[in-house]
């Protein structure tokens, strides 16, 4: 059973940054296309940004420009930098694995147990 875990979460003030990590264990990352999706209160699951294998990568129109997907495939390790924090950001934020195409969405293989992430004053 492949196995993913978040970390980097946290408080930060509006116009802050965070940047999320992802390890991967007992599978080899770059077989598969990596995304993070977010779940704010009371709201359904949100694709966030997706890397394919490839390193092309997506993102939702809501964190263009200020959030930066990556992967270091020797390391087994996946980020999203945070940058220009909203309040709207605010949400647990999951790190998740899928064979078969890569675009914004929160339909995923596997998952993470997520990481919180806070953006207030």
């Known amino acids: 059973q492949l196995q993913l875990v978040e970390s980097g979460g946290g408080l930060v003030q509006p116009g802050g940054s965070l940047r999320l990590s992802c390890a991967a264990s007992?599978?080899?990352?770059?077989?598969?296309?990596i995304g993070w999706v977010r779940q704010a209160p009371g709201k359904e699951r949100e694709g966030v940004s997706c890397?394919?294998?490839?390193?092309?990568?997506n993102y939702a129109d809501s964190v263009k420009g200020r959030f930066t997907i990556s992967r270091d495939n020797a390391k087994n390790m996946v980020y999203l930098q945070m940058n220009s924090l909203k309040p709207e950001d605010t949400a647990v934020y999951y790190c998740?694995?899928?064979?078969?195409?890569?675009?914004?969405?929160?339909?995923?293989?596997?998952w993470g147990q997520g990481t919180q992430v806070t953006i207030s004053l």
């Open positions: 998740a694995a899928r064979r078969y195409g890569c675009y914004v969405s929160p339909i995923y293989d596997y």
């Open positions: 890397i394919s294998r490839g390193g092309s990568t």
């Open positions: 007992r599978f080899t990352l770059d077989d598969y296309h």
